[in-house]
């Protein structure tokens, strides 16, 4: 085995029995390069990363491949969902350079980590106009030890030019009315009307967006902003993309129509399209947003919970077809003969017609994905429920995709938020209770003594690397939504921890920006900084929801303040790439809202202060933050001073600092909660 043996990361872990010699990242990595006067290969990816897999058979596991890379360079393996710092860095370099990036990230760099050739996945023969990894391997080889001057000059220019490279922030001035108007705006020209999701292929599940045009139609009452939320959330529910026997959704779809996905199964895609979909049925009633929420949070339990109660980052995209080949998708897709196999001729073709099953495949090779195709007439659910029962038990028999057991923080946040929020309004405990769960987990294995958060951790035990921004902001975020649903202060008190953090390590105090790695974090060849938003919210959008928010339930003026402040970029983003910006969106969103104060008191027990409490809960006002309690309570500031009124559970609502008269009715508490800004 190589260096890799003993680390926390599955993703290294898949690579310590490699021929090559690889390092983790690490100062004595660098040394050695120095040492020996060769290059660093950097080699970037990561668990669920079909391509990366691909490399690395090609390539990684060739005896005369790893003999020459052991010979002339010195390879570092990143897992970039362990060291997402490491990653942006070089990514924003790849991507100067080449004008793309993707993974595997494949960058050649000076024993000073300073960049000069860069590429991604690299074939073992030449093909389709792109040089074989030898190839280059060997160009830069000689181009290390031929023309020294020339590399070392690139190296530094590129190095320059990153640091050197300045972000507009906008001004200090927070987003209005004009700007989420043009981000609505910008959005309806990129949506696609005939499919739902926002451009063309390769198709992301937009749910940071749809965020922001659930809160936009909640505030301004626009019918636009709903429907396209509405009619996107359908479609990817009835396509490939998501799981329609297990529940949960994959990556993204290859296709416009949400028919193949890359199959992959991701904790933040799941975290994040749980919560949408629960706030979708929040603002319409939907039965379909009902049941894939539930689904989609049953799916999360079952399938990524972890022996210590934290959340797995993902499942593989790629698992054996039963004949010792590793194939994408061959645990989800179907034949008509392999339904047959389980169902019977009858069954099967109501199946196939069902879940769009077809001879010809919508797959490889004959396979289908299994979809809900618009399709006239009434099926019997009894039968339909039967069917999917076998298929899914049969499905169970083969050969399962790997799981990355890395417990991210940031992930575990989002997955904290959207069970509490989920399990709360379906009246599911035990999604509570798997929320409490991670969440423990987060405070006892994550947080040091000084309420700072490792990144990772994996089998019980914490990973080396400090946390970054997203860390911090998400795993607040789900504190925060568990106070709410829990009435406990405690997870108040740990959200108030990580973002005094936020405050002290990540803002910049003159402009109120923010860094995606704390100011004694190590020190890369730049400071990563995107307050874009990609797969998941950027930790600058994140942090600026969860300041928001705490900011409302304590009254926290420093906090309010860094929020605004941040939300200053949303200002200068959000009418230019509104979909890369949906979380700040969404936030810009609650604070033009207020966001809503709800304080609720009411004995224990009390059906009524139940009732009371679940109105608070289900009010679609952007970003309100709700804080039930008993009379007298100190577990929460916003309960402070809150008495019964007449004798009855009575709700507060309160805004920028005015409040209404208490109410003790639940029907007038979801009339103001759901009603437009005045």
């Keep these: 085995m190589n260096r890799l043996a003993g680390v926390t990361s599955p993703y290294l872990l898949q690579h310590a029995d490699n021929p090559v010699d690889w390092w983790p990242w690490m100062p004595e990595a660098f040394e050695e390069a120095r040492r020996r006067d060769v290059p660093v290969l950097l080699s970037v990816g990561y668990s669920a990363c079909h391509w990366c897999h691909v490399m690395a058979h090609e390539s990684f596991e060739d005896d005369a491949t790893a003999a020459y890379l052991n010979e002339h360079f010195v390879s570092v393996k990143v897992d970039r969902e362990e060291r997402p710092d490491v990653d942006a860095v070089y990514m924003e370099a790849v991507q100067a350079a080449t004008g793309q990036g993707g993974w595997p990230m494949t960058v050649f760099l000076t024993p000073d980590a300073e960049p000069f050739y860069f590429g991604t996945y690299f074939p073992p023969e030449p093909r389709h106009g792109s040089p074989s990894f030898r190839q280059v391997l060997e160009g830069v080889s000689s181009a290390w030890s031929d023309r020294r001057d020339e590399v070392t000059e690139v190296a530094g220019k590129i190095t320059r030019d990153l640091a050197e490279r300045e972000m507009s922030f906008g001004d200090s001035r927070v987003p209005g009315e004009e700007e989420l108007a043009g981000a609505l705006l910008g959005l309806t020209r990129d949506y696609d009307a005939a499919r739902g999701g926002f451009g063309g292929a390769p198709k992301f599940p937009p749910s940071m967006v749809i965020e922001f045009l659930l809160r936009h139609h909640a505030r301004t009452g626009s019918e636009g902003a709903l429907q396209m939320a509405v009619d996107t959330c359908e479609r990817m529910a009835r396509g490939g993309l998501y799981d329609q026997l297990g529940g949960g959704f994959a990556r993204y779809s290859v296709d416009r129509d949400w028919v193949v996905p890359h199959f992959e199964k991701m904790l933040y895609d799941n975290a994040l399209l749980c919560r949408v979909y629960a706030h979708l049925w929040r603002s319409t009633g939907s039965e379909l947003a009902r049941r894939v929420a539930l689904e989609t949070a049953d799916f999360m339990v079952r399938e990524l919970r972890t022996g210590e109660g934290g959340f797995a980052s993902a499942l593989d995209a790629d698992s054996d077809d039963g004949s010792g080949r590793h194939v994408e998708g061959a645990y989800y897709v179907w034949t008509p003969a392999q339904l047959r196999e389980v169902l019977g001729d009858a069954d099967a073709e109501f199946a196939a017609r069902y879940f769009g099953v077809t001879e010809e495949g919508t797959f490889e090779e004959g396979a289908s994905v299994l979809q809900l195709p618009q399709q006239e007439g009434v099926f019997d659910a009894e039968r339909l429920a039967s069917a999917r029962e076998r298929l899914l038990a049969a499905r169970a028999g ?211 202060t139940a009732v009371m409490r679940r109105a608070a809960l289900l009010g679609t006002a952007p970003g309100a933050v709700v804080a039930v309690g008993v009379p007298g309570s100190e577990e929460l500031p916003l309960l402070s001073g809150r008495p019964l009124v007449d004798g009855k559970p009575a709700a507060y609502v309160c805004r920028n600092f005015v409040c209404d008269i208490p109410l003790t009715d639940s029907d007038q508490l979801r009339t103001v909660l759901n009603s437009r800004k005045a």
């Design 398 to 608: 083969r050969p399962a995709p790997g799981r990355d057991d890395k417990v991210v923080a940031a992930w575990n946040g989002l997955a904290v938020a959207a069970l509490a929020e989920t399990g709360a309004y379906f009246d599911r405990p035990d999604l509570v209770e798997a929320a409490i769960g991670a969440a423990d987990l987060l405070v006892r294995l994550h947080m040091d003594d000084r309420a700072r958060l490792a990144r990772t951790s994996k089998d019980g035990r914490a990973g080396a690397h400090a946390g970054v921004l997203e860390d911090y902001a998400d795993v607040a975020e789900g504190f925060l939504a568990l106070a709410s649903v829990t009435g406990e202060g405690v997870w108040l008190e740990f959200a108030g921890f990580l973002l005094d953090h936020v405050l002290a390590q990540f803002t910049d105090a003159e402009s109120g920006a923010l860094y995606d790695t704390a100011a004694d974090a190590e020190r890369l060849i730049r400071r990563p900084q995107d307050p874009t938003d990609n797969a998941t919210p950027s930790g600058w959008s994140a942090a600026a929801g969860a300041l928001l928010s705490y900011g409302a339930q304590t009254g926290a003026e420093p906090h309010r303040t860094a929020a605004e402040r941040a939300l200053g970029v949303v200002k200068a983003l959000g009418p230019r790439v509104p979909r890369f910006i949906g979380w700040g969106l969404a936030v810009a969103e609650a604070l033009l809202d207020g966001p809503r104060e709800v304080a609720v008191v009411g004995e224990e027990g009390d059906p009524a």
